[in-house]
């Protein structure tokens, strides 16, 4: 069985930081296609990052490009999502999901989600 388990989301004042986790379980980590994707209340689902299969080459939503980092540890089965210079607009649940694609918010699979809130 498939799981993803997204933790780390927060309340964090615009200009900062904070790093999400998605624990991973149920397949052969790394050998799926994972990206990150997020919603804002009212507002449709949004493609944030994706990290490939294999070489492990990550794209990112020209939106987040430069502050946002995705990573992923094989040895611990988790994707991460470093985000720095947050800004209000990044408030939204974001959610793991594999079987993606590149630029595309539809998936096979994603967690229950973690909500980020940028507010002063």
């Known amino acids: 069985e498939v799981q993803l388990v997204e933790s780390g989301g927060g309340l964090v004042q615009p200009g900062g930081s904070l790093r999400l986790s998605c624990a991973a379980s149920?397949?052969?980590?790394?050998?799926?296609?994972m990206s990150w994707v997020r919603q804002a209340p009212r507002k449709g689902p949004e493609w944030v990052s994706t990290?490939?299969?294999?070489?492990?080459?990550?794209y990112y939503a020209d939106s987040v490009k430069g502050r946002f980092t995705m990573s992923r540890d094989s040895a611990k089965n988790t994707l991460y999502l470093q985000m720095n210079s947050l800004k209000p607009e990044d408030s939204a649940v974001y959610y793991c999901?594999?079987?993606?694609?590149?630029?595309?918010?539809?998936?096979?699979?994603r967690g229950q989600g973690t909500q980020v809130t940028v507010s002063s």
């Open positions: 999901t594999i079987g993606g694609v590149i630029g595309a918010t539809e998936y096979d699979y």
């Open positions: 149920g397949f052969i980590f790394g050998s799926i296609v």
């Open positions: 990290i490939n299969n294999g070489d492990g080459s990550t």
